[in-house]
């Protein structure tokens, strides 16, 4: 995921598992990364509905930024500015509980990316954009077990913005190689997915291959 992702571009946004093993885990992401394209790698890592340890973050962060790099992908950390400048990571996710976007980019600076939820609303869209997020993320689009989502959101949201703005926007929740072509189809640039690859039946690396072929297949032309 560029600085300025190009619109025509729609890509895979992973989610990692809230529980990881880093050494483990950074092996598994060589396969991953290496059986197509993805954008980012978010680092979510979750004890309950807790935020894992600042040192979680860090083990973590010191294990597969390389391997992200290694594939030209960005590695974003979950809800915490201060550990993504800290540890080096490419960028953050945030919230709407969590730092407010111009804490996010005032401890990030212009060059790494922030991007923010904004739930099923277009106003809080509209405003993250007009602040100066890299992208905005809408969902949920279906359900999911991987967090309790706040809100719903139907695929004629992601068609509305992708028609009126050239911000960048994500689709998340509950996503899979199966459901996945609707929003591709609305004009989704990221589809952001955690069990959808990581539980696949055929294992990580098929589930990438798919969603890849998924978009080459209902993607803008």
Request: hydrophobic share 45%; glycine share 8%.
């Amino acid at each position: 995921m560029a600085k300025d992702p190009v619109k025509a571009e729609q890509r895979l946004y992973l989610i990692t598992p809230p529980v990881i093993e880093p050494a483990v885990f950074a092996e598994d992401l060589k396969k991953v990364l290496g059986a197509g394209d993805v954008a980012c790698l978010q680092l979510r890592l979750k004890d309950g509905e807790q935020s894992a340890s600042d040192n979680t973050f860090r083990r973590a962060t010191e294990a597969l930024l390389p391997v992200c790099h290694e594939y030209d992908v960005a590695l974003l950390i979950n809800d915490r500015p201060d550990l993504a400048i800290k540890f080096g990571a490419d960028g953050v996710h945030v919230g709407q509980e969590d730092a407010p976007y111009e804490e996010a980019r005032r401890i990030l600076g212009p060059d790494r990316i922030v991007g923010v939820t904004c739930h099923d609303s277009r106003h809080l869209a509209m405003e993250a954009a007009e602040a100066g997020a890299d992208y905005v993320a809408f969902g949920a689009f279906f359900a999911t077990d991987t967090k309790q989502p706040k809100t719903r959101a139907e695929p004629d949201l992601i068609a509305w913005w992708a028609d009126l703005m050239e911000v960048p926007c994500v689709a998340i929740g509950g996503i899979t190689v199966e459901n996945c072509p609707v929003l591709i189809e609305a004009g989704a640039d990221f589809l952001a997915v955690s069990a959808g690859v990581w539980r696949h039946p055929e294992g990580p690396a098929e589930a990438v291959k798919a969603f890849n072929a998924a978009i080459a297949k209902h993607g803008r032309r």
